[in-house]
């Protein structure tokens, strides 16, 4: 009891403080306040599905731009939350999905449009996965899991969140490299969390075949 009112204590001026930031801000002070958020120690006492949550509210209240904000902040948590995951040696993939449902979740609580954050939420997870080494494939995979989960928790289209976040995987994973994409697309080509088709719009495109000039014939 006595430790929970002092980590309540601990936790109510930084809010304060990122609300504030958040105001004065705007876009880049709410991303400053998802990052300063999220801490291995913070993972460990409160979970990362409530800690993301509770860190993007707080970050995008008072914020002139929501929707901008809300997709600083998101992809801030997001990969404050695996970096941090990284440093106790935290099961990354498991930090993905619960992110991601977390993101997902403080979306609906704002007001915000869930398939972007999807979308930008899993393309910061895949992108901060392989930043700290880890398999980017598997980030992936959670990540959409992690969507479906948001979807149904919240009774939203699954399929159409899904689909966001594995566009948004995709989207990372070509940045890093076309190993990763590959990795990534191959993972994400069967049926995850009972979705399929999830790459049916997020194949590479094919590259543009040179026009044939077609010569006048000349008469005798």
Not at 139 to 167: F, N, Q, W
Not at 168 to 192: F, K, N, P, Q
């Amino acid at each position: 009891m006595a430790a929970t009112r002092r980590r309540r204590l601990i936790r109510t001026p930084r809010r304060a403080a990122g609300r504030a930031a958040a105001r004065a801000g705007g876009t880049a002070g709410a991303a400053r306040t998802a990052r300063s958020g999220i801490t291995s120690a913070e993972i460990v006492a409160v979970g990362v599905l409530s800690l993301v949550k509770s860190t993007i509210v707080t970050a995008v209240a008072g914020a002139r731009d929501v929707g901008a904000a809300l997709g600083e902040a998101g992809v801030s948590a997001v990969r404050g939350a695996i970096k941090a995951a990284q440093e106790i040696g935290a099961d990354l993939g498991a930090v993905a999905r619960e992110a991601l449902r977390g993101t997902i979740n403080a979306a609906a609580e704002i007001g915000g449009d869930l398939a972007e954050v999807a979308r930008s939420a899993a393309r910061g997870a895949v992108k901060a996965t392989g930043d700290v080494g880890g398999d980017v494939a598997v980030a992936a995979r959670r990540a959409v899991e992690g969507s479906a989960a948001a979807a149904r928790d919240l009774g939203v289209d699954v399929t159409k969140l899904a689909r966001s976040a594995a566009v948004g995987a995709i989207e990372a994973a070509d940045h890093i490299g076309s190993t990763a994409g590959r990795a990534v697309r191959a993972t994400l080509s069967g049926s995850i969390a009972g979705v399929r088709s999830l790459t049916l719009d997020s194949r590479p495109a094919a590259p543009a075949k040179p026009r044939r000039r077609r010569g006048k014939s000349r008469t005798a």
